[in-house]
């Protein structure tokens, strides 16, 4: 009888097993790899999700400072046409009545000679330039908006410095900047200002901002406003002179 040893048993055990083994480890091995890499693109996957939160955040925080920035720079601008025009002791008055159509764009206020309007005082609505006084009764005054087609402004650039004529066009919701030189820059959403030429309207009142320009020609811009006013939602004015 012939007698088995430990060893040959162990040698014949691992004969036996290592073919198993070698088909375990090729189906495992590949298991083990691609759970490995599912594994690392779930962290990718999480990192991606994290950075794209973070830029949501860096973006929201960038509007928001932009926002401010130009809300400042806005108050700036307007905060220095105080500087220019004693407005405490301008005359506070009512807007009764207006006359907005494609045929002109007039309004009748409250205030007259009695209380010492006179003819071509200039009408501000929260240090924008508004109108002008046109005729005066003992205790009412007519007066033609901006947005007339008879109106007509000298005016510049704020951040440019182009100048042109603020121009009404009968519509209370756009006007137009005219006779712009070629030569001059533009900008959208730059802000236009009365410059003050002329005898009737003083400097650096607000009339509009820039939405829209091209050239038309070889010597002259085409150059659409958007108003600071709507002159359908304001009651009050105020009366100053140049």
Do not use: W
């Not at 990718?44 to 809300?71: C, D, V």
């Not at 410095?161 to 959403?189: P, R, W």
């Not at 320009?213 to 010597?219: P, T």
């Amino acid at each position: 009888m012939m007698f088995i040893s430990s060893g040959m048993l162990e040698n014949l055990f691992s004969y036996i097993t290592l073919p198993i083994l070698n088909l375990q480890n090729r189906i495992v091995s590949p298991i083990r790899t691609f759970t490995e890499k599912l594994a690392s693109v779930e962290i990718l996957q999480k990192k991606l999700e994290h950075e794209i939160k973070e830029r949501e955040t860096l973006l929201e925080e960038n509007i928001m400072l932009k926002s401010s920035l130009a809300h400042l720079e806005q108050v700036v601008e307007f905060m220095s046409f105080k500087t220019r025009y004693d407005l405490n002791n301008a005359i506070t008055t009512q807007i009764m009545m207006r006359e907005i159509s494609h045929n002109g764009h007039f309004f009748y206020i409250d205030k007259g000679s009695n209380n010492g309007v006179t003819k071509d005082m200039v009408t501000v609505y929260k240090n924008c330039l508004i109108g002008k006084v046109i005729e005066v009764f003992a205790t009412k005054s007519r007066a033609v908006f901006i947005s007339d087609s008879v109106c007509k402004v000298a005016a510049f650039c704020f951040k440019t410095g182009a100048i042109g004529i603020y121009e009404g066009v009968n519509e209370t919701d756009k006007a137009q900047l005219s006779f712009v030189s070629h030569l001059d820059s533009l900008a959208t959403d730059d802000l236009v200002l009365s410059s003050g030429e002329g005898l009737i309207f003083p400097k650096g009142l607000g009339l509009g901002r820039i939405s829209d320009f091209k050239k038309v020609n070889e010597v002259q811009y085409e150059v659409n406003i958007k108003p600071l006013i709507d002159i359908n939602k304001i009651s009050y004015c105020s009366l100053v002179k140049k």
